[in-house]
Nanobody
Framework: QVHLLESGGGLAQPGGSLRLTCIASGSIVGIPAMGWYRQAPGKQREMVALFTSLGITNYADSVKGRFTISRVNGTTVTLQMNSLKSVDTAVYFC?????????????WGQGIQVTVSS
């Protein structure tokens, strides 16, 4: 089984910054495509940023120019969040498409809280 561990969340002031990190572990055969989603209270989960296996990045319109997704290595992805706004408050989930001996599947982290408030 593949496990995703998120870290780096917490409280930030409006206009401040946070960096989220996700590390994949387990019996991984392939190199996973990784990304970040978020879910605010009362809202649907939405894509924030994706880093594909081809090195192509994709961002939600609401975070373009403020957030940057980076692939540190084959199992680690980060999300640098700058110029944070109160509307960025949500639980952020790391996701990965990974191959194991059993085949390909999508995996999700437990989620980490990000709160932007003055």
């Amino acid at each position: 089984q593949v496990h995703l561990l998120e870290s780096g969340g917490g409280l930030a002031q409006p206009g401040g910054s946070l960096r989220l990190t996700c590390i994949a572990s387990g019996s991984i055969v392939g190199i996973p495509a990784m990304g970040w989603y978020r879910q605010a209270p009362g809202k649907q989960r939405e894509m924030v940023a994706l880093f594909t296996s081809l090195g192509i990045t994709n961002y939600a319109d609401s975070v373009k120019g403020r957030f940057t997704i980076s692939r540190v290595n084959g199992t680690t992805v980060t999300l640098q969040m700058n110029s944070l706004k109160s509307v960025d408050t949500a639980v952020y989930f790391c996701t990965a498409a990974a191959r194991t001996a059993l085949g390909w599947n999508d995996y999700w982290g437990q989620g980490i809280q990000v709160t932007v408030s003055s």
